[in-house]
């Protein structure tokens, strides 16, 4: 009675493993056929990069072939990115250099500048992964040592690398005269506000729950207290900021659906930014996270 039980128990057990190895592979070929096949290209011509090494900075400089203004655009990339993003065809700075081309303006000479996939311009305090405020004026010198001096200064990030554009250009504002951030992580809540306040940021903002707490795990990295968080907030620094002779100008844009919830900081700011004297351009867009409007940003950059 055991042996004729076993062969039909052994029966079993292999129909149930072809049956899951069929699901298996069924579940597989729909992945592999749904995904994406291809990515859309810009079709610009890039320009000539040459990369190098300051300290912990990596940096990229990049010149048109059709010849520079004078100007330096420092690019501070977003998460996850790297210092050689400026000619990938398949990002927003080769539709930006794309529109260049197209109007016939002569562009910056663009600096892309990286610390690693993940940064922030907070200046030194308790947290251990302070300091880089301190760091990138020293780094930025070294770099102007070597292509000289520019006509003027300007500052354009994405995300993450909108906050560390902001940052820097209200910490330093007669360093740069013009400041473009790009879907920048700016909250009308700090990462040190009640539980209950961040929730209700959840909730009135409509941003992910997951990516909140990412961020909020993240700026304790760079912040230990919310005395220095004000020091990386910029709806703080543009409070505190010493701003002469109405500069540096600023473009800022935000996505209403942006999962981020960054759309009502990033207003707020504009705001006070107009309250304060500053020439402000303010992009409300429809769309998601970095929803870019690319011909008024490149109008920007490049006049």
């Given at each position: 009675?055991?042996?004729?039980?076993?062969?039909?128990?052994?029966?079993?057990?292999?129909?149930?493993?072809?049956?899951?190895?069929?699901?298996?592979?069924?579940?597989?070929?729909?992945?592999?056929?749904?995904?994406?096949?291809?990515?859309?290209?810009?079709?610009?011509?890039?320009?000539?990069?040459?990369?190098?090494?300051?300290?912990?900075?990596?940096?990229?400089?990049?010149?048109a072939a059709g010849g520079v203004n004078g100007?330096?655009?420092?690019?501070?990339?977003?998460?996850?990115?790297?210092?050689?993003?400026?000619?990938?065809?398949?990002?927003?700075?080769?539709?930006?250099?794309?529109?260049w081309q197209s109007a016939g303006l002569l562009?910056?000479?663009?600096?892309?500048?990286?610390?690693?996939?993940?940064?922030?311009?907070?200046?030194?305090?308790?947290?251990?992964?302070?300091?880089?405020?301190?760091?990138?004026?020293?780094?930025?010198?070294?770099?102007?040592?070597?292509?000289?001096?520019?006509?003027?200064?300007?500052?354009?990030?994405?995300?993450?690398?909108?906050?560390?554009?902001?940052?820097?250009?209200?910490?330093?504002?007669?360093?740069?005269?013009?400041v473009a951030a790009l879907c920048p992580n700016?909250?009308?809540?700090?990462?040190?506000?009640?539980?209950?306040?961040?929730?209700?940021?959840?909730?009135?903002?409509?941003?992910?729950?997951?990516?909140?707490?990412?961020?909020?795990?993240?700026?304790?990295?760079?912040?230990?207290?919310?005395?220095?968080?004000?020091?990386?907030?910029?709806?703080?620094?543009?409070?505190?900021?010493?701003?002469?002779?109405?500069?540096?100008?600023?473009?800022?844009?935000?996505?209403?659906?942006?999962?981020?919830?960054?759309?009502?900081?990033?207003?707020?700011?504009?705001?006070?930014?107009?309250?304060?004297?500053?020439?402000?351009?303010?992009?409300?867009?429809?769309?998601?996270?970095?929803?870019?409007?690319?011909?008024?940003?490149?109008?920007?950059?490049?006049?």
């Amino acid at each position: 009675m055991i042996t004729r039980k076993l062969p039909r128990k052994a029966a079993a057990l292999m129909l149930m493993l072809l049956l899951l190895l069929m699901v298996f592979a069924a579940w597989w070929a729909w992945q592999h056929i749904s995904r994406p096949w291809g990515a859309q290209a810009v079709n610009f011509t890039p320009a000539h990069q040459q990369c190098g090494q300051e300290g912990r900075l990596r940096y990229c400089v990049h010149r048109a072939a059709g010849g520079v203004n004078g100007d330096l655009l420092y690019h501070l990339h977003g998460r996850n990115l790297e210092a050689e993003i400026w000619n990938d065809p398949t990002y927003y700075t080769a539709m930006v250099q794309g529109y260049w081309q197209s109007a016939g303006l002569l562009p910056p000479t663009v600096v892309s500048l990286s610390y690693g996939p993940v940064w922030l311009l907070a200046p030194k305090g308790q947290a251990p992964h302070s300091g880089l405020l301190d760091t990138i004026g020293p780094d930025i010198a070294a770099i102007e040592a070597r292509l000289g001096q520019p006509r003027r200064r300007l500052l354009v990030g994405e995300s993450m690398g909108g906050l560390n554009s902001l940052v820097l250009g209200l910490s330093q504002p007669r360093l740069f005269d013009k400041v473009a951030a790009l879907c920048p992580n700016v909250y009308l809540n700090s990462p040190f506000a009640p539980l209950g306040e961040i929730r209700a940021a959840i909730k009135r903002t409509g941003a992910d729950p997951r990516i909140i707490f990412g961020i909020w795990k993240l700026a304790r990295g760079y912040v230990s207290n919310e005395q220095e968080w004000r020091h990386l907030s910029p709806l703080a620094l543009i409070e505190a900021a010493a701003l002469p002779d109405a500069r540096p100008s600023l473009y800022l844009s935000g996505g209403l659906y942006d999962r981020y919830g960054l759309y009502e900081g990033v207003e707020r700011l504009a705001q006070r930014a107009v309250q304060r004297g500053l020439p402000t351009e303010w992009h409300p867009l429809y769309g998601g996270h970095c929803a870019i409007d690319v011909a008024s940003l490149g109008a920007f950059l490049a006049r």
